[in-house]
């Protein structure tokens, strides 16, 4: 199946059941961090340090307590729904509601509602991480590398330390700039900058905005000796939903699938419902 065919199946309503996996503390800004938005910095400079600068991988630092380097695939053994993030729902703000009903009218009435995704915009986290497309992780001692099967999408987690960028003249991105940290045998990651348009947490059955105030917390741990990584998510964006939004979700590891090159083209799409003008709703 070609990549974005995979818009015919966002349609369709695909959530884990909640897999007890014990929540973390709120995540707090380190104690001592480098300037806002740099790498790690040379003894000898206040340069910043790209995450894949030499100086920077062969710093001092503890072992990683596992890598997470692998393909790896939404675990739907028990939920073929696995891969979407509800319900349950938080509850939703005035105009976060609005397009979740116009999005459920919509499908009521046969037709597809604002499927960007369809239109070749990329999906997003946490959307990305569990699309039906294996995704490809390398991990360096101050980044892990990931790349879906799905449109390519490129997710960078830094380790090596930096803060997060001022949000005055960051460039927002919709898998948004992801900072890890370790907390014993847990890897604590902590998203922000996200852009906050054609930018959804769901899509298909219940169709929910995401803003530039969202901000995802995911605590990782390697489970099933190996087999298996648990990602617990806590979400917030107070501009679409009340409070935290929490779903914990495993995936399986793949080894005999790699990732491939996609590109995402006008006609690509054609003849799926999101692309013809008399299904798709895109006001």
Same mark, same amino acid.
Request: with cysteine; glycine share 8%.
């Given at each position: 199946?070609?990549?974005?065919?995979?818009?015919?199946?966002?349609?369709?309503?695909?959530?884990?059941?909640?897999?007890?996996?014990?929540?973390?503390?709120?995540?707090?800004?380190?104690?001592? *961090?480098?300037?806002?938005?740099?790498?790690?910095?040379?003894?000898?400079?206040?340069?910043?340090?790209?995450?894949?600068?030499?100086?920077?991988?062969?710093?001092?630092?503890?072992?990683?307590?596992?890598?997470?380097?692998?393909?790896?695939?939404?675990?739907?053994? *028990?939920?073929?729904?696995?891969?979407?993030?509800?319900?349950?729902?938080?509850?939703?703000?005035?105009?976060?509601?609005? *397009?979740?009903?116009?999005?459920?009218?919509?499908?009521?009435?046969?037709?597809?509602?604002?499927?960007?995704?369809?239109?070749?915009?990329?999906?997003?986290?946490?959307?990305?991480?569990?699309?039906?497309?294996?995704?490809?992780?390398?991990?360096?001692?101050?980044?892990?590398?990931?790349?879906?099967?799905?449109?390519?999408?490129?997710?960078?987690?830094?380790?090596?330390?930096?803060?997060?960028?001022?949000?005055?003249?960051?460039?927002?991105?919709?898998?948004?700039?992801?900072?890890?940290?370790?907390?014993?045998?847990?890897?604590?990651?902590?998203?922000?900058?996200?852009?906050?348009?054609?930018?959804?947490?769901?899509?298909?059955?219940?169709?929910?905005?995401?803003?530039?105030?969202?901000?995802?917390?995911?605590?990782?741990?390697?489970?099933?000796?190996?087999?298996?990584?648990?990602?617990?998510?806590?979400?917030?964006?107070?501009?679409?939903?009340?409070?935290?939004?929490?779903?914990?979700?495993?995936?399986?590891?793949?080894?005999?699938?790699?990732?491939?090159?996609?590109?995402?083209?006008?006609?690509?799409?054609?003849?799926?419902?999101?692309?013809?003008?008399?299904?798709?709703?895109?006001?």
């Amino acid at each position: 199946m070609h990549a974005l065919a995979i818009g015919a199946i966002v349609a369709i309503p695909l959530l884990l059941p909640n897999l007890g996996c014990n929540s973390g503390p709120a995540l707090e800004a380190p104690t001592i *961090e480098p300037p806002a938005g740099s790498g790690a910095t040379s003894d000898a400079s206040t340069e910043p340090l790209s995450a894949l600068a030499p100086a920077n991988i062969a710093k001092a630092r503890p072992a990683a307590p596992f890598t997470v380097t692998g393909n790896w695939f939404i675990d739907v053994s *028990e939920n073929p729904n696995a891969w979407r993030f509800g319900p349950p729902y938080p509850k939703l703000k005035p105009a976060a509601q609005a *397009e979740a009903d116009a999005s459920q009218k919509a499908a009521a009435e046969g037709k597809v509602y604002k499927d960007d995704i369809g239109q070749c915009w990329p999906a997003g986290l946490p959307l990305i991480m569990t699309r039906y497309w294996p995704m490809a992780m390398i991990q360096i001692p101050t980044s892990i590398y990931m790349v879906s099967g799905f449109m390519n999408s490129l997710r960078i987690v830094y380790l090596d330390g930096r803060s997060h960028t001022d949000p005055d003249i960051v460039v927002r991105t919709y898998n948004g700039e992801s900072i890890g940290r370790w907390e014993g045998d847990t890897l604590v990651v902590d998203t922000r900058h996200f852009r906050g348009d054609h930018h959804w947490m769901d899509q298909g059955g219940m169709s929910i905005p995401a803003g530039e105030q969202l901000r995802i917390i995911e605590r990782i741990r390697l489970v099933s000796d190996g087999k298996q990584l648990e990602i617990e998510y806590t979400m917030t964006d107070p501009e679409n939903w009340d409070g935290e939004w929490k779903s914990t979700k495993r995936f399986n590891r793949v080894d005999d699938v790699d990732i491939q090159e996609v590109s995402c083209l006008p006609d690509l799409n054609e003849h799926l419902q999101s692309t013809t003008s008399k299904t798709q709703v895109l006001q």
